[in-house]
Structure formats: structure tokens, C-alpha cells
């Protein structure tokens, strides 16, 4: 399990998950998931609700522990209890279904506060650079407008910037449209797919078909907790080979 | 100064209303020491309160029993127990142990009754402060915990920059409350001979035998001051004021 001081080279995975199980007391949640992310992959994980994508994301920075296997990033083995968990949160950024942002804190100083506290950076350079990342996601002039008087959307974005301003190798976003509006949903998406050119590696949990095939490199199809199926977009959306895959895609589709 | 003077003279003069520190300068010198002392007990007792609260409140969340515990017991006891209870403890009990020996051979105590009075009074306060706290910090959503925690920010800094400004913000209004009932409940000190307000006006009223007058005096100069208290407890409330934010 002491690998953690394993150098990583950018020719091996980024992830890197080996037969990961858990379970919340006796139900079993992910039963044995192995899978591989290289740098610069946009992956998405889809799948009925229940069937263990989310708590699989939140396994990747630990906000889940896990029963067995092992999740390496980065060659961090994340579960080790040793780890120092601040060097893995400054390479894995999350975004989250319901925003999270700080309420009582401006856009920009939601952006902000991370780099300041946490990595002690100089306020006037995570300044300027947070006021970049709110123009990046397109919410210029939203700067000093709290989270109360911002839309769905416009808080999810307000969200990756604050996520981005750590400076992450890996994104994770989990279901970050799925209490959108259906009109707000696009400006996030642009977002994500803004980055995913980029060539940030972006690990994302959704339900929008439609964008997983048009911006990830592979698709994973859970059930039960298990990869049942998986594939580049194109493939494994014309002609999926296990019923389930099937079955589940005939009725988001 | 001299025509308020010559007022409560004719107040006197006319109807027979005593109310003595409007021309006696001994007796409102008295008052006004009071007064005094009853701002001060206030003052400082809502601050070592607040600071009972916040560390009371952090202890009871912690993960360790050896934390946990002591708070529990601490809340629970000075919750379930008279106040004045409590003040005789602190007073005749504790203060009759802790006790120095004077220069002269004498015996004086350690900690005066005003400093028992705020020590009493901070930690009756400050337990009840420590359960609304505590039902602020769990008013802060859980989620909201998580995108810090994956931020980086430890327990602690999460505590500080997140946890406490949103659950201080959902505890104001019980929080006046209590800052209110902790003005009022100065007045026990009265009966270890702290000389604050009610003491000064029962030395007024025992000499003048102006009782009715004192009271009425009392009592306006007691909403007087939880106005101020309430006016600041607002004003506070308005600054904290989130746009767009439920509480």
C-alpha cells in the first residue's frame, strides 16, 4: 500500500483504479472497479442513480473512503492513511451537483479564498488571476455579487472557477447540471467544454448524453456497481453490446 | 445642570417625588458607579460568554470523547441550575477555599466578587451560548463543509472561515436573546455585594426611603440598557446581513 512515493510520469495513468470496492454498512456500492485515466482525458461516467458514480468520484479525492483495492493519482495512493491529503486536493479540483459555494463570500472572493488560505498565497497575484478565471467562465462583472444573487448556472460556474484557481491537474464534476435549468445547463457545458480543450483531465459523472458523446474521449457505463461497459463515445453509443447498456440508454435517449 | 436640579427640587417640592439623584451629588455619584459597574459586568461577561460559546461549541463537535464529554457536563450542569445557585457557589463555596494570606497575617480573598460574578455569569451564559452554537454549526449544510474540505482547508480552517461566519449568522437571533437575559441576570450579583445597579439603588432607597421612585428608576434605567444592547444586537444583525442569502 506505501507508494506514495512513487514518482508519476506523465506516461503512465493520472487515475488509476484497481478493483476499488465499498460499501455503506452491508449494501455494497462499488464492487471491484478498475479504470484508467491518462493526462488530458475527458471520461464520463454514466449510469442508472444508485449505481455507485457518484461515490466512485468521491472516492478519486477522498471524500469517500473505500473497503478495498486501491485508487492511485498521480502515483498518491489516496486511501493510505499516511497520505497527506492537502498534495492531494492541490491535483484534484471537484465540482459538485449543488454548487457548495460560500455563501456569506463574494464571487471573487469565493474564487479566492483557497489559494490564500490554504497554499498562503500573496492575495494581490490570486487577485488577479481569480478575476481572470471569472472571465474565463464568462461571469465578468459578476465579481462582487454574492451566491444569493446569482442563478443556477452562474453559480456552477462561479464553482469551477473556484475549483481551477487551486490550480488542479484533474477535475472531477459530479452531475454539476443536474439541478440546472434546462437553459442554464448549456453555459456550463460550454464551460467544461472550454477546459476539456484545454487539455485539463476531467472526470465527470452526468446525465447529458448528448454532451458526454460530443466532448469525452471514453464513456463508462456502471451498474450495480460495476463497469458494465465501456468505450469511445462513438461505438459505444451506435451499438452497445450488454442488455443493460441497452436497455438503460433506450430510455435516457 | 442646574435646571434639571431645580426640577426634580420642585418634583419634590410639590408632589413629595424623591427621586434623589436628580439634586443629591452623593446619591447620584452612587447610581452612576453602579451604573457603571453593571455595564461593565455586562460587557465583559458577554464577551468571555461569546468565547465560552465558540470554544464550547467546537469541543462538542470534535470526534474525541475526551473533548466531548467535559461539555456535556459543563452545559449541562449550568443549564440545570439556578443562576444564583450558581453565583453562591462560585462565591461562598470556591472563594472561601481560594483564599491568600495578607502581609499581616490575615486572610483576604483570591478573587474578588465582581471577578466571581463575571466568572458565574460568563459560564451560565456561555453554556447556553454553546448549545446555540452548536444548532447554528448544524444548520451549516454538510455539503458546504465538503467543498472546503476539498478545497484543502483543514477541520479547523474550514471552522473558522466557513463554519462560524454562516452558523453566527443563523444564531443571532437566539444569541440576542440570551446576550439580553445575561443583562438582566447581572442583577444577582447584587447578593454578593457587587455594587452594581439594583446594589446602588437599594443603598439610595434605605437611606431616603424613596423606594417607589428608585424602583421606577431601576426599571427604565434596565430597559434603557437592553435597548442599547438591542440596538447594537440589530445594527450587528444588518452588517451580517448576506444579499440573496436566507438568514
Given at each position: 500500500m506505501a507508494m506514495t512515493d512513487v514518482k508519476w510520469t506523465a506516461d503512465q495513468p493520472i487515475v488509476s483504479l484497481k478493483d476499488v470496492r465499498k460499501s455503506y454498512g452491508s449494501v455494497p456500492v462499488l464492487n471491484g472497479i478498475s479504470l484508467d485515466i491518462m493526462k488530458g482525458e475527458v471520461i464520463c461516467i454514466i449510469g442508472p442513480s444508485g449505481s455507485g458514480k457518484s461515490t466512485l468520484i468521491r472516492c478519486i479525492n477522498a471524500l469517500n473512503d473505500i473497503q478495498g483495492g486501491s485508487i492511485l493519482v498521480e502515483g498518491l495512493e489516496?486511501?493510505?492513511?499516511?497520505?497527506?491529503k492537502l498534495a492531494l486536493r492541490k491535483k484534484v479540483g471537484m465540482v459538485f451537483q449543488q454548487y457548495n459555494l460560500f455563501p456569506h463570500k463574494t464571487a471573487l472572493q469565493n474564487v479566492m479564498m483557497a489559494p490564500v488560505?490554504?497554499?498562503?498565497?500573496n492575495p494581490a497575484e490570486v487577485e488577479k488571476r481569480a478575476r481572470e478565471l471569472i472571465r474565463k467562465v464568462r461571469l465578468e462583472g459578476k465579481e462582487n455579487s454574492y451566491p444569493g444573487e446569482l442563478s443556477g448556472g452562474q453559480q456552477q460556474r462561479v464553482a469551477i472557477a473556484r475549483s481551477l484557481a487551486m490550480r488542479p491537474d484533474i477535475m472531477l464534476f459530479d452531475e454539476v447540471t443536474a439541478a440546472l435549468d434546462p437553459e442554464t445547463v448549456k453555459e456550463v457545458l460550454v464551460t467544461i467544454k472550454d477546459l476539456a480543450a484545454e487539455g485539463m483531465t476531467c472526470i465527470l459523472v452526468t446525465h447529458e448524453m448528448g454532451f458526454a458523446r460530443e466532448v469525452a474521449d471514453h464513456i463508462y457505463f456502471t451498474d450495480k456497481g460495476v463497469i458494465v461497459e465501456h468505450g469511445p463515445p462513438a461505438g459505444f453509443f451506435a451499438n452497445p453490446t450488454d442488455p443493460r447498456t441497452r436497455q438503460f440508454l433506450s430510455q435516457v435517449l | 445642570m442646574e435646571t434639571v436640579e431645580t426640577f426634580f427640587q420642585w418634583l419634590r417640592q410639590s408632589y413629595g417625588i424623591k427621586i434623589t439623584i436628580g439634586y443629591d451629588a452623593w446619591d447620584r455619584a452612587q447610581f452612576l458607579a453602579g451604573l457603571w459597574t453593571t455595564v461593565k459586568l455586562s460587557v465583559l461577561s458577554i464577551i468571555f460568554s461569546l468565547i465560552v460559546g465558540v470554544i464550547g461549541a467546537f469541543a462538542q463537535g470534535s470526534k474525541y470523547l475526551i473533548l466531548r464529554a467535559p461539555i456535556g457536563i459543563f452545559v449541562t450542569f449550568f443549564r440545570n441550575t439556578p443562576p444564583l445557585v450558581q453565583l453562591y457557589f462560585f462565591f461562598f463555596a470556591l472563594g472561601s477555599v481560594l483564599r491568600v494570606t495578607t502581609e499581616t497575617g490575615g486572610s483576604a480573598p483570591m478573587v474578588s466578587a465582581f471577578s466571581w460574578a463575571v466568572i458565574s455569569l460568563s459560564l451560565f451564559a456561555g453554556a447556553l451560548n454553546t448549545e446555540i452554537f452548536r444548532s447554528g454549526i448544524e444548520a451549516v449544510p454538510k455539503s458546504t463543509l465538503e467543498a472546503s474540505e476539498s478545497l484543502g482547508f483543514t477541520r479547523f480552517q474550514t471552522y473558522l472561515y466557513v463554519v462560524l461566519p454562516l452558523a453566527l449568522r443563523i444564531s443571532l437571533p437566539s444569541l440576542g436573546t440570551n446576550l439580553v437575559n445575561l443583562v438582566k441576570t447581572t442583577s444577582l450579583a447584587y447578593a454578593i455585594a457587587v455594587p452594581e445597579l439594583l446594589y446602588a439603588a437599594a443603598q439610595i432607597w434605605s437611606e431616603q426611603l424613596n423606594v417607589r421612585e428608585m424602583m421606577t428608576v431601576l426599571l427604565l434605567t434596565y430597559i434603557l440598557l437592553v435597548a442599547v444592547l438591542v440596538w447594537i444586537l440589530g445594527r450587528w444583525e444588518k452588517a451580517l446581513r448576506i444579499p440573496g442569502y436566507g438568514v
Amino acid at each position: 500500500m506505501a507508494m506514495t512515493d512513487v514518482k508519476w510520469t506523465a506516461d503512465q495513468p493520472i487515475v488509476s483504479l484497481k478493483d476499488v470496492r465499498k460499501s455503506y454498512g452491508s449494501v455494497p456500492v462499488l464492487n471491484g472497479i478498475s479504470l484508467d485515466i491518462m493526462k488530458g482525458e475527458v471520461i464520463c461516467i454514466i449510469g442508472p442513480s444508485g449505481s455507485g458514480k457518484s461515490t466512485l468520484i468521491r472516492c478519486i479525492n477522498a471524500l469517500n473512503d473505500i473497503q478495498g483495492g486501491s485508487i492511485l493519482v498521480e502515483g498518491l495512493e489516496v486511501h493510505d492513511p499516511k497520505l497527506d491529503k492537502l498534495a492531494l486536493r492541490k491535483k484534484v479540483g471537484m465540482v459538485f451537483q449543488q454548487y457548495n459555494l460560500f455563501p456569506h463570500k463574494t464571487a471573487l472572493q469565493n474564487v479566492m479564498m483557497a489559494p490564500v488560505k490554504v497554499l498562503k498565497e500573496n492575495p494581490a497575484e490570486v487577485e488577479k488571476r481569480a478575476r481572470e478565471l471569472i472571465r474565463k467562465v464568462r461571469l465578468e462583472g459578476k465579481e462582487n455579487s454574492y451566491p444569493g444573487e446569482l442563478s443556477g448556472g452562474q453559480q456552477q460556474r462561479v464553482a469551477i472557477a473556484r475549483s481551477l484557481a487551486m490550480r488542479p491537474d484533474i477535475m472531477l464534476f459530479d452531475e454539476v447540471t443536474a439541478a440546472l435549468d434546462p437553459e442554464t445547463v448549456k453555459e456550463v457545458l460550454v464551460t467544461i467544454k472550454d477546459l476539456a480543450a484545454e487539455g485539463m483531465t476531467c472526470i465527470l459523472v452526468t446525465h447529458e448524453m448528448g454532451f458526454a458523446r460530443e466532448v469525452a474521449d471514453h464513456i463508462y457505463f456502471t451498474d450495480k456497481g460495476v463497469i458494465v461497459e465501456h468505450g469511445p463515445p462513438a461505438g459505444f453509443f451506435a451499438n452497445p453490446t450488454d442488455p443493460r447498456t441497452r436497455q438503460f440508454l433506450s430510455q435516457v435517449l | 445642570m442646574e435646571t434639571v436640579e431645580t426640577f426634580f427640587q420642585w418634583l419634590r417640592q410639590s408632589y413629595g417625588i424623591k427621586i434623589t439623584i436628580g439634586y443629591d451629588a452623593w446619591d447620584r455619584a452612587q447610581f452612576l458607579a453602579g451604573l457603571w459597574t453593571t455595564v461593565k459586568l455586562s460587557v465583559l461577561s458577554i464577551i468571555f460568554s461569546l468565547i465560552v460559546g465558540v470554544i464550547g461549541a467546537f469541543a462538542q463537535g470534535s470526534k474525541y470523547l475526551i473533548l466531548r464529554a467535559p461539555i456535556g457536563i459543563f452545559v449541562t450542569f449550568f443549564r440545570n441550575t439556578p443562576p444564583l445557585v450558581q453565583l453562591y457557589f462560585f462565591f461562598f463555596a470556591l472563594g472561601s477555599v481560594l483564599r491568600v494570606t495578607t502581609e499581616t497575617g490575615g486572610s483576604a480573598p483570591m478573587v474578588s466578587a465582581f471577578s466571581w460574578a463575571v466568572i458565574s455569569l460568563s459560564l451560565f451564559a456561555g453554556a447556553l451560548n454553546t448549545e446555540i452554537f452548536r444548532s447554528g454549526i448544524e444548520a451549516v449544510p454538510k455539503s458546504t463543509l465538503e467543498a472546503s474540505e476539498s478545497l484543502g482547508f483543514t477541520r479547523f480552517q474550514t471552522y473558522l472561515y466557513v463554519v462560524l461566519p454562516l452558523a453566527l449568522r443563523i444564531s443571532l437571533p437566539s444569541l440576542g436573546t440570551n446576550l439580553v437575559n445575561l443583562v438582566k441576570t447581572t442583577s444577582l450579583a447584587y447578593a454578593i455585594a457587587v455594587p452594581e445597579l439594583l446594589y446602588a439603588a437599594a443603598q439610595i432607597w434605605s437611606e431616603q426611603l424613596n423606594v417607589r421612585e428608585m424602583m421606577t428608576v431601576l426599571l427604565l434605567t434596565y430597559i434603557l440598557l437592553v435597548a442599547v444592547l438591542v440596538w447594537i444586537l440589530g445594527r450587528w444583525e444588518k452588517a451580517l446581513r448576506i444579499p440573496g442569502y436566507g438568514v
